[in-house]
């Protein structure tokens, strides 16, 4: 042994010292930003617009170093990066605001300069290439403090109206536009058989043809006709999502949401790929990958759903996305997470907290080939050939000049409409509705009759939403009807039904039901109405001589006890903005159409429910799937 190995300490701390000087190279190594190459020149063939999409992304490609290519790989989370120059630097592609990450102050124009900020950065790289910006615009551009709020998703599953549905998607993308968004994390294709899952609003219905027609209607509102793409829009969350097992959810908060979807060949081909396949034809942009575990797999993991079901079986020629942190939640390393997720096929991570370390590691999982250079490149593709589609590179600022379309009345009118059209009459004795707007004597009450935060429900401006009337550009249910009826009708309003006069009514209105509540937060054993509003409706009901009930929630309630000593039953879903879209209805300006897009559970001993509306405990529901008494127009 040499002499200076001799001493003990010596023998300890020379080897670390050369480790810790090997690691460090390569941490410095692998952490550097993209080497300083030469910019291509202003007419290279991937920055004209007259060269064809297959030539700008092989031109492109063939430029990029591998560490700009894992950028574009990159969905990175607004709030996490402090310096706006790494968006160059690091070559990212893509960036969200999730959870309602929103600029200060949340103005449509607030919106514009701080996506244009991010933008700038990117176009100030080497290459320019411009950054996808995307955000939950779920029930219009609902992070926006002024945009208009259409219904939530399961509202515009009781219209069955697609046509409908695409012009509430396009109005929805104009208003995104503007603010110089071109992507949006909707529609949603979940399947809720279990109304006890905090997400059933985000879905359209539990029907999986149904969920197919009005998904592909909203991918062509958001995209446009043809293979341009004026928003791409994003199908979620494949696969499985809404059929997961009551208690399986793999976060300690949660019930069912992020849990265990029981798998079967024929549930994959019959239910849950035919709203995809639907989404597919229709040639959505992009797919977003659940939270959801498929027999044992995390979905973000799962080969066989993702390159093989999707991408193969679907011929799904978009991206691929995963969702919030799900590449990393289930493994040991975030190494191992990521070698995992993109070799099951997932083209895109989303980032919500450190994109310095994907960089590293995916880097790292290149050099070590345990990712393939072929699937770096298969992936970078298809998000280029998107960012070509949408036109990134000839419009990637938008103007101010654009703004005032965000909560234009022409978008109100819309969602105006969308609302009369999703409301469910479900119980009405002796044809009570509609009302006569000249009737004597109304009164309303309840917990959701003047809350235009309750009514809009979450990822509203708040990812969990606001209860109270704070929102801008809106009109409460109870200002609805104010506004319908005639000058001659009396209408007297308090929360409690609290009524001081001893003069009764000849109808009272009770307008209840769910605070706001965003994903698993809004997991409950037992989804029914608070105490406070049952006290309500008696009271109400004491002081009038019939009795309406109003229901503003998220999925059906628990109300098999209560509905016989209720005279008449309306489900509204999350409105949105309108409440007088709910006026119109009760008053007969427009007639009921809406139908139950998913079965009304008696009890929860029932749930699940399967496609087909059998019951768990093999008891008859409530309500069916597609009930809904029609009237006329007054
Ligand atoms: C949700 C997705 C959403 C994403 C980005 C996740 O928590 O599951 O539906 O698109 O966050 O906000």
């Not at 300490?9 to 190279?25: D, G, K």
């Not at 996808?132 to 219009?140: F, M, P, T």
């Not at 590691?361 to 960012?387: S, Y």
């Not at 009369?420 to 309840?446: E, F, T, W």
């Given at each position: ?448 009759a003047d809350n235009v935060g309750r009514q809009s429900g979450a990822w509203t401006v708040e990812w969990r939403g606001i209860d109270g009337n704070w929102l801008e550009g809106g009109t409460s249910i109870l200002q609805g009807i104010k506004n319908a009826v005639s000058s001659s009708t009396t209408v007297e309003y ?141």
């Amino acid at each position: 042994m040499p002499i200076y190995f001799q001493t003990r300490w010596l023998r300890v701390i020379v080897p670390t010292f050369v480790v810790l000087l090997v690691l460090a190279i390569g941490i410095a190594y692998l952490r550097t930003p993209q080497a300083t190459l030469e910019k291509p020149p202003q007419d290279a063939p991937y920055r004209l617009s007259s060269s064809s999409i297959d030539v700008r992304i092989e031109d492109l490609l063939a430029r990029m170093t591998l560490d700009e290519k894992i950028g574009q790989m990159a969905l990175v989370e607004k709030n996490s990066v402090h310096d706006v120059d790494d968006i160059a630097s690091y070559g990212i592609g893509a960036m969200l605001s999730g959870m309602g990450a929103k600029p200060e102050p949340n103005t449509p124009s607030g919106w514009l300069n701080m996506v244009g900020s991010f933008q700038r950065s990117a176009l100030s790289s080497r290459l320019g290439i411009p950054l996808l910006y995307g955000a939950d615009a779920i029930h219009g551009h609902s992070n926006v403090f002024g945009a208009t709020m259409f219904p939530h998703m399961i509202g515009l599953g009781a219209t069955r109206d697609a046509d409908l549905v695409e012009r509430v998607a396009r109005a929805t993308a104009e208003e995104m536009e503007a603010t110089g968004i071109y992507w949006t994390y909707s529609p949603n294709l979940d399947l809720p058989r279990d109304i006890r899952w905090g997400r059933t609003y985000e879905a359209f219905t539990d029907d999986p043809t149904l969920a197919g027609e009005l998904g592909a209607a909203y991918v062509r509102g958001t995209q446009g006709s043809g293979s341009s793409m004026n928003v791409i829009a994003t199908a979620k969350h494949y696969l499985g999502i809404g059929a997961m097992q009551w208690g399986s959810s793999s976060n300690k908060n949660f019930k069912i949401d992020q849990g265990r979807t029981p798998s079967s060949t024929a549930a994959l081909q019959e239910e849950y790929l035919p709203p995809y396949r639907a989404v597919v034809d229709a040639g959505v942009g992009s797919v977003m990958i659940g939270l959801n575990s498929w027999d044992g797999t995390w979905a973000s993991y799962d080969k066989n759903l993702i390159t093989g079901s999707l991408k193969g079986d679907l011929g799904f020629s978009g991206f691929v996305i995963s969702d919030w942190y799900a590449v990393y939640e289930h493994s040991f390393t975030q190494y191992e997470g990521l070698v995992k997720s993109i070799n099951a096929g997932v083209d895109m991570v989303m980032l919500p907290f450190d994109y310095k370390g994907f960089l590293m590691n995916m880097r790292l999982a290149v050099k070590t080939g345990d990712i393939p250079q072929a699937r770096i490149d298969d992936a970078v593709r298809r998000i280029l050939r998107a960012k070509f589609q949408a036109g990134l590179f000839e419009r990637p600022l938008a103007s101010e000049s654009e703004l005032s379309v965000i909560g234009s009345s022409e978008h109100h009118a819309i969602a105006r409409e969308a609302v009369s059209k999703s409301l469910v009459l479900l119980k009405n004795d002796q044809d009570l509705l509609p009302l006569s707007p000249k009737m004597n004597h109304l009164r309303i009450a309840g917990s959701a009759a003047d809350n235009v935060g309750r009514q809009s429900g979450a990822w509203t401006v708040e990812w969990r939403g606001i209860d109270g009337n704070w929102l801008e550009g809106g009109t409460s249910i109870l200002q609805g009807i104010k506004n319908a009826v005639s000058s001659s009708t009396t209408v007297e309003y308090d929360r409690e039904a609290k009524f001081v006069s001893a003069k009764r009514a000849n109808v009272g209105i009770a307008i209840v039901g769910e605070k706001p509540y965003a994903e698993g937060w809004g997991d409950d054993a037992n989804p029914s109405l608070a105490k406070e509003d049952l006290e309500t409706i008696d009271r109400l009901r004491a002081s009038c001589d019939r009795v309406i009930v109003v229901l503003v929630s998220g999925r059906p309630l628990m109300i098999a006890d209560k509905i016989n000593d209720w005279d008449a039953l309306v489900e509204a879903w999350l409105p949105g903005s309108e409440g007088e879209g709910v006026a119109d209805v009760l008053f007969g300006k427009q007639p009921f159409v809406g139908k139950l897009p998913l079965p009304w559970p008696a009890s929860v001993k029932q749930l699940p429910i399967s496609v087909d509306g059998k019951t768990k405990d093999g008891t008859k529901v409530l309500f069916p799937r597609g009930f809904g008494i029609h009237t006329e127009k007054r």
